[in-house]
């Protein structure tokens, strides 16, 4: 077996770890966000799930662009945190994610396509326009295109 093998094998047992799914749940109350937002389940057995919190400029004057500007700010912040945890993940005991990524050019184009199949579960929007907008990583697809053998 190869490293490149041996890096993409550990890295589907890291995802094929714990917990349960769960619905996302709201974090806006009367127009505005809570002020205690918790994600203690980001991974279970079946997703990966963050939350961002995006804003548009106020001095905007249309409401759609406001709303449709600052979801798109929620997505990327989501987006960022949830490619910082992959990045940050064991693979073995002295590898991350991250550094084999760095070896491994397959991981890379697996990664980045697997945020654009990230999909979002709940969009809220506040008062002001603003979004706080939750995205989840099915992981057994994402283990399934682990398996596909390089071309």
Request: charged share 30%.
């Amino acid at each position: 077996m190869n490293k490149s093998s041996s890096v993409l094998c550990a890295l589907v047992l890291a995802f094929a770890a714990v917990g349960c799914s769960h619905k996302a749940e709201s974090k806006v109350k009367k127009g505005e966000i809570t002020r205690s937002i918790d994600t203690p389940d980001a991974e279970t057995d079946r997703y990966i799930e963050f939350d961002g919190i995006g804003a548009a400029d106020q001095t905007i004057q249309n409401k759609s662009q406001k709303m449709s500007l600052s979801e798109t700010a929620a997505r990327k912040v989501a987006e960022e945190k949830m490619i910082a945890y992959l990045k940050g993940q064991q693979i073995d005991a002295t590898t991350t994610v991250e550094q084999a990524m760095a070896t491994d050019q397959r991981i890379v184009g697996l990664l980045s396509n697997t945020l654009r199949g990230a999909a979002v579960t709940k969009r809220e929007w506040t008062s002001d326009d603003g979004c706080v907008l939750t995205i989840r990583l099915d992981k057994k697809k994402f283990k399934d295109q682990l398996m596909i053998p390089p071309k």
